[in-house]
């Protein structure tokens, strides 16, 4: 730090720092250059496995009256095409690349939560496989990627299939849940010093908005899916209609999530398109604040349209119409940025290379898919259309006009960045032509089969309905694009083994990841550079070796530790240094404990997923050892003459920011069981007639009273950092409350009546468990704080522990009121018809 | 009456398309409807396209009016004022369509579909059940079906004669469905019921006034 190093000199001090030791250490890795590439890696994995199975569907479809899947088969593979696609190809895809590439545009070393980057890959991983060893072994889901009940439902899937889906799913979507936590405030908080949140590249605001958009969009299938399991499992009624559940229940649920995810598998694609066309447009992005409107107007009206998949389930036509409409504005956001996109091409001074091939390929597949996704906006055609071939020809449109045709642009764009090597355009251009005129072929005839009567998810079909030329025809097609993926695969490993190598920067792009030496090293930047201005609009190959020489923001290796900067989340000032923990084990292990839990509930040995459970927990809670200062610093000195305190200090840190996301996530959760309390009462059937559930008034009190008093008790404890007497009892006041609270309610769940009995005694059965295990999470997280303090690593400066109990404690006597309001609601006698 | 609108808006190279199952094929007034607004869609689809990828080429061959469009044009044009009428326009026809179909007003005769894996029973105006698989109706006249499932959900759908309403268990759905000729149109379930969904056909009769109403009286 006192005499500057040679650029070499400063990379291995930082490399040493930074980097993860080859062999087994490489399970250790939490470091996101790595993690990204093996999300990357694995998504392309599964895409293979569900192009695979779309393979055999379309065998199976050539010619009517095939005999080669049996109807059993055939509904296992079309699920798990659909659910591989979805879970465990597109959603992991996007995250794995935002994974990679966001800390290198924003100018940090890393995200702000490797270690939880790395539990979520291990999360993908072993959920992923859950799915495909039950494939191997013939139970895979069968249900379809929606998984309507009841047919999903114990009675008609009995089976173990069923349970593969919510489970593994679940498992998987841990991934996402991580990861959106993580994407937000990395975005947020860890830019480089200097990018205003208005100077942000168009990609970041796309991965903001859609990491926005998961935060409350998973809730809702998440919910959904361990209800349906306690239903499958435990007998508790949710959807069954028989016992005052209800099938549509599911669907609104699933929809919820649903619609909202094919926005967010559509933005990042988007993102990718704002970020690769401009370059060789040659000019800035035309309409950066017009798109940056689009981008939230689609998020907030994306939330608003679930309903248009259930067109056909009963639902009062001028209701149906409010969605429709909803439905149709979508299409304004869209055409702003398919219009910027063009306009940004048109006035400046447009390059053609490989990249924009693909990006051409998605201007002629997307606009197709949104034009037939507008007609299927319409309700009178939708009641044709719907469950048609025309609607797999319009969902492929979409996905892979909007997502796999921008995936192919920026692996030919970006691919070099990984590989350090350009590549070889010999295979790029045959492969395009073969994956656009094998993709329409395929799928621009479906919507002619679907109108001629021909349903989805049928295993085979007679000869007299007249579709068998069309379906041979996209057989014929689908084989012609598995060609030219299978090209555009080979591609890719000449390009690893056979690629020149470059310099930087090879596409003369204005975006700072360029600035990295490629392959990225460990730390990616040896200094963070200041952005004077759109961080869109940079020199990265003039840039790059100036930080590599140290000439910016922390541009020497320090004691050690892997840091990083934090600024303020508008202005973008550096507000705080960042020491990131190193690699570890311990994500692993958390995530082997996870996977205990799932397979014990998977092979229903229920007396095993408390254990699995527990340990997930204790291991959780190993994870802040020996993180955090047990002195206050002060200042520190960041270089260019700035000095900022270390982020343990700062009363706004990313894991106070995390925890606050983590909560709006969980409130979702609870607001849709709270939404699905209230449809039941209002629209299920088989309620008039129910006894109510009979709630100990004293108990749910006392309850009240005492979650909320810890509620108090910790914000006291918060507000008194500096003084040891009055923080330890409010944490040990909040800590028995809770424990009182929680007993409170687990009394009053026995005391309900029969849960398995009627859906009026499992909802408030639930919803005061979900209430329950919050006042356990409350005092869990007060006795953090008093662990913490006791071992000194919380002062009057360093409080972040004391915040985050405050925080879930709060939140915690929210939920019990509003539990308990909802149990009292489903109590009253007289239900509404 | 909708029907020589519906003749007229089919391009000649589909008139092929027809099937027992088609949608192109209308047999009814609200089928005809629905294959109406599916080719104007169509074809105001196929221009908004066209237009898309004409300008997309237009940007790389550059002539010099493209290059003069300003930023606010592109986005204001292209993203408010080019698709806000077309939607509005669009989402009101529909509506007003839509509103057409609901089986309101006059009660006509009402039958019953009930689906239970994997077949339909049907019932009909006077109570009767008859024989699986088969619904009888009159022609000329709107018919409402009440659909309801005993297990989980389906739907039912006769392409021909209009759009296709969800079987759902704990509910009842009802549609209104006219055919204009007697005959055999046939019908299936549209939605994903388990491994008997692939064959979970049925068909409707049309038959004159005087055939329907002697074969109700005759009552097997
Ligand atoms: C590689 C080329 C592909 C082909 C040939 C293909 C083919 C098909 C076919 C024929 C079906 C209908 C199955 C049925 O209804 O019985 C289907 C369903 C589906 N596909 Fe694809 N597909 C391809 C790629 C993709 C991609 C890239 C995605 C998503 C990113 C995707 C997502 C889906 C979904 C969600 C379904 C619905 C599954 C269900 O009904 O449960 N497909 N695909
Ligand atoms: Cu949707
Ligand atoms: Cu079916």
Redesign the interface.
Known sequence: MSQTPSPIGLHKQLDAIWRTPPGLARLSSVNHTILGKRFMALALLFFAIGGLLSMLIRAQLATPNSAFLGPDIYNQIFTMHGTVMMFLFAIPMFEGFAIYMLPKLLGARDLAFPRLTAYGFWCYLFGGSILIIAMLAGVAPNGGWFMYTPLSSKPYTPGINADVWLLGITFVEISAVTAAIELFVTILKMRAPGMALTRMPLFAWYMLVTAGMMIIGFPPLILGSILLEMERAFHLPFFDPTRGGDPLLWQHLFWLFGHPEVYIIFLPAAGALSTIIPVFAQRPILGYRAIIAAIVAMAFLSFGLWVHHMFTVGIPHLALAFFSAASALVAIPTAVQIFAWIGTLASGKPRWDIPMLYVFGFFAVFVCGGLTGVMLAMVPFNTQAHDSYFVVAHLHYVLVGGFVFPMLAAIYYWLPHISGRQSLYRLSIPAFWLILIGFNLTFFLMHLTGLMGMPRRISTYPSNWGWDWLNLLSSVGGFILTMGFALVLADMVLQFRFGARFRRDPWQAGTLEWATATPPPSYNFAAIPHMDTRADQLRPARIGPTLAGGDGYLGFARNGEQETLAVDMMSGDAEQLIVLPRRSYLPLWTAMATASFFLALLFKLYWLAPFGALATLVLFLCWPIGLGSKSDRGPIDIGRGLAVPPDVEAPDNVTVLANRTALVMNGTLFASLLFGGLFLLVVAPNWQGSSAPTLPLWAGALAVVASLSAAGASAMAARRPGSVLPLRAGLVAAIALQVLALTLLALSMGALGDPTGHARQAVPFVTLGYAALHCGLGAIMAAHALWRHAQGYVSARRRTELVLARLWNGYAGGVVVLALGLVALLGLNGVAP | MFKPVALGATPLLLTG????????DPAGPR?A??AT??WV?LYG?AL??AL??A??A???L?PAW??R?T?VQ??V????V???PI?IL??GT??V???Q??PRGDAPLRFGAHAERWQWNFTYPDGREMSDDVLHIPAGQPIDVAVSSA???H?F?V?RL?????A????E??IRLEADEPGTYWG???????????SMWFRIEAHTDEDFTALMEGGQ
């Open positions: 398309c027809t099937g027992a199952l088609s949608t192109l089928a409807n629905l607004l599916w869609m689809s908004l396209f898309v990828i300008l997309f237009m940007a790389y550059r493209v290059a469009i930023p592109w986005i044009g292209g993203g408010l080019l698709p806000i939607l669009l989402t529909a509506l369509l839509g509103e179909l609901l297990d989980v959900i739907s759908w392409p209009g759009g296709k309403i969800d759902i268990p704990g509910h759905n009802l299936q379930c549209a939605e994903y019921c388990g491994p008997g969904h692939d």
